[in-house]
């Protein structure tokens, strides 16, 4: 069994690791079209946030669901890229992966209208 050497906790190896993440965020701004388009999606919900007055538990059942919708289309990225990697020729259960994973945030986007209708129709109405 092959032993795996854990590295050692130091402040600047994990100021790296934020360093790696931005750069993920960055590549994600960049190329994916749909992470800008939940980006846009939650300026626009956070301005109706800030119209509707909503409340402390609101704005934190708000930011979650947006943050869930985000991370999903991250993890998305990811899998789509890794995927890629490890199957560049065409493979049907490759695209089932990425079909699952791209369900997944179709979830998490479904489950954030529904969340922001909860939220915001008794402030319309």
Known sequence: MTHIRE?????????????FA??????????QYNFRIHLGVG????????????SSAEWCILVLTMGLVISMEAMNTAIEKLVDFVSPDYQEHAGIVKDLAAGAVLIA??????IGLILFLPKIL
Request: glycine fraction near 8%.
């Open 7 to 19: 590295k050692k906790f130091t402040v600047s190896g994990r100021l790296r690791s934020f360093v």
């Open 22 to 31: 931005f750069n993920g965020l960055k590549y994600n701004i960049r190329s």
């Open 43 to 54: 300026v626009i919900v956070v301005i109706c946030g800030l119209v509707a007055r909503l």
């Open 109 to 114: 986007a479904i489950t954030a209208v529904i």
